[in-house]
Antibody
Framework: EVKLQQSGDELVRPGASVKISCKASGYTFTSYSMHWVKQRPGQGLEWIGAIIPIIDITEYNQKFKGKATLTADKSSNTANMELSRLTSEDSAVYYC??????????????WGQGTPVTVSS | DIQMTQSPASLSTSLGETVSIECLASEGISNDLAWYQQKSGKSPQLLIYAASRLQDGVPSRFSGSGSGTRYSLKISDMQPEDEAVYFCQQSYKYPYTFGSGTKLELK
């Protein structure tokens, strides 16, 4: 069974950084790219970026360059996202999602449960 | 970036009725479009991919169609468990972009 288990709720101070993890199980971690999506309370979905674990190549939404850093630990089958210089605009639920495609035609069949991040002093 | 204009923003319907949700892309996306259902407090769930392919385990009352820049999701025979927010997503070009969502409720 494919499972993406994300780390728990985070409460962080403005200006600080936070690292969210997404542990994959039930499949070969390096065979699929992992994507990250942001959802602010009552809002829609924003694509942050993606990482291809087998070659450690990343692709970012220009909006999140300098804000998000994606990494993958092949030894533990875990994808990570670090968010830096946090502000209230970064308070959101963050999801990891596995991409079933690899070029033309892509879709996210598996999602993590989401990690709520609250930025507050 | 490709803009995905989703309509309507909200919809209210009765049990057993049929509804449609539309997404208009700002440029052609060659059927690289998925539809997701999100219930309150839950992760999005894939319904349709490649514009019209039904994800395994999804009831056949969900169907997708379209081409070029116009795509739609149809829900036939509305059931109580279909109350949710629905999103479209294009994966044709980076950055992937989502529609703004449609909230579907039972009357």
């Amino acid at each position: 069974e494919v499972k993406l288990q994300q780390s728990g709720d985070e409460l962080v101070r403005p200006g600080a950084s936070v690292k969210i993890s997404c542990k994959a199980s039930g499949y070969t971690f390096t065979s699929y790219s992992m994507h990250w999506v942001k959802q602010r309370p009552g809002q829609g979905l924003e694509w942050i970026g993606a990482i291809i674990p087998i070659i450690d190549i990343t692709e970012y939404n220009q909006k999140f360059k300098g804000k998000a850093t994606l990494t993958a630990d092949k030894s533990s089958n875990t994808a990570n996202m670090e968010l830096s210089r946090l502000t209230s605009e970064d308070s959101a639920v963050y999801y990891c999602a596995r991409n079933e495609g690899s070029g033309y035609l892509n879709w996210f069949a598996y999602w993590g449960q989401g990690t709520p991040v609250t930025v507050s002093s | 970036d490709i803009q995905m204009t989703q309509s309507p923003a909200s919809l209210s319907t009765s049990l057993g009725e049929t509804v449609s949700i539309e997404c208009l892309a700002s440029e052609g996306i060659s059927n690289d479009l998925a539809w997701y259902q999100q219930k309150s407090g839950k992760s999005p769930q894939l319904l349709i991919y490649a514009a019209s392919r039904l994800q395994d385990g999804v009831p056949s009352r969900f169907s997708g169609s379209g081409s070029g820049t116009r795509y739609s999701l149809k829900i036939s025979d509305m059931q109580p468990e279909d109350e949710a927010v629905y999103f479209c997503q294009q994966s044709y070009k980076y950055p992937y972009t989502f529609g703004s969502g449609t909230k579907l409720e039972l009357k």
